[in-house]
Structures are given as C-alpha cells and as structure tokens.
C-alpha cells in the first residue's frame, strides 16, 4: 500500500513538474502566441502613451489574427531576444531583427517581412559626408545588434561607443559625445523627421531583410507564420500597414 502511495505521488510530483515546464503541451496555451520585442526601436515598435505600437507589432498582431491566435508580448532588451529565445522564454521574437547567417545557425527565420539596412546618423552640421569619414571617429552602436561586428569587420579604425537602448545613441551625438550613430534605417529616419538638427548619410551602410526569429525545433510555427504572411499580403492587409508607418513620402525619403 505504501509503495503503491509512493509511485501515485511520485507520478502526481511528474505530472506537476511537467506542467510548468517552459515548452510542455500543458505549459502552453495553443491559442495564444508568447512575442518577445525590445520596443525602443521607432516606427517599428516603440511605447506611445503607455500603449507598445509601431509597424513590427501591427504586422505581428496581423499575423496573429490570421493564425487564429491572440499575442502575449514579452518585452525585452534586444541583447537577449535570441537567447531567450532558444532558452524556451518565449515563442518568436519581432524586433527589427535583421536575417543573418551568425543568427540564423542558432534560429529559424521566416520569410523577410520588410527591407532594411544599417544608415549612419549625424549633426546637421557634421563634417562626416560619407562612410569613409567614419573612421577614427567615435561611433554609438546598439549592443547586440549588427551594427557592432560590422563595424569592427569594415571600419577597424572607428571607436566604438556601445550603449544598450536606441535612443542613447542618439541622445550622445546630440550631446557631441559620439560622431554618429549607425542603425537601421526605419529608425534614423524617424528620428530626423521627428528631431530637428539631424541628417542621415546618403548611402546606407548595408541593405538587409528584417525577419521574425522562431527555434529551430518548431520548424511548423515558422511555417505557419509564413502562410499567415503570404495571407495578409494577398488580403491588403500588409499593404495597409505598410501605408500606416511608411507614407509614400516618407518611404521616398527613406530609400
């Protein structure tokens, strides 16, 4: 009787444990889709007025709804989307990611969403004219991001200036404490149309593919997400989100 009490608590102990597990069929919820995101990254997801928005988070919500899910956001700082990832703490990651083969041995990516690419920001008033002015000067980058190796890969003589948050980056070239800031190019547009005082580099440093990151074991999930985007484009509802964050004229200026 006693070993029979055993082995029926031992199994409800297994049971329990296997319920809170990060990843078991009973710790996850199959009509909800957990979403991690850094949202300090204008227009594509950023606070306003205590509510998260911007263009990553529209096309995340829609993907979503088309999936016939409901998101549950998980905010994070973008150093730790990737590794959260893989470490199970949440389903996918949004977050102006660009697709990268370092990134892409340790997670799957869906299809590319959006274009992109790495843009140099600076004083209106700067002598930086072109990307070859950017070495030997100081230049603020966003830790974690592609910025910080292709520098140190293409510009070895640039002093790096790494702060944790997008807005730091620009809050130093303001201040004269970093030359530029280079990151992605959705982002120093906005922040020129909304902050007087700036420009940013004609030529951009970099042309690259922004891609919602999945584990490399749900290779379903990506897939899914995948025909939930093909879905959205062919319903109009891309288009319109697109239209929402990147006018016509403001996509012009972008480019």
Known sequence: MKLKNLLCATSLGIAMIAAVLPGTAAAQDSNVLNVATDATFPPMEFVDKGQRTGFDIDIMNALAKAMGKQVQWTDIDFKGLIPGLVARRFDAAISGIYITPERSQVVDFTQSY?????????????????????????????????????????????????????????????????????????AAYQFVRTRPGFRVLDKELTTEAYGIAVRKDEPQLRDQMNAALAKIKADGTYNAIVQKWFSASAAASAK
């Open 114 to 186: 959006f274009a992109g690419g790495l843009s140099a920001l600076v004083k209106v008033d700067s002598p930086i004219k072109t990307l070859a002015d950017l070495n030997g000067k100081k230049v603020t980058v966003q830790v974690g991001t592609k910025s910080v190796n292709f520098l140190r890969d293409n510009y070895p003589q640039v002093q790096r200036v790494e702060v944790e948050k997008n807005q730091e980056m620009f809050d130093l070239v303001g201040i004269g404490r970093a030359d530029a800031a280079v990151t992605g190019k959705p």
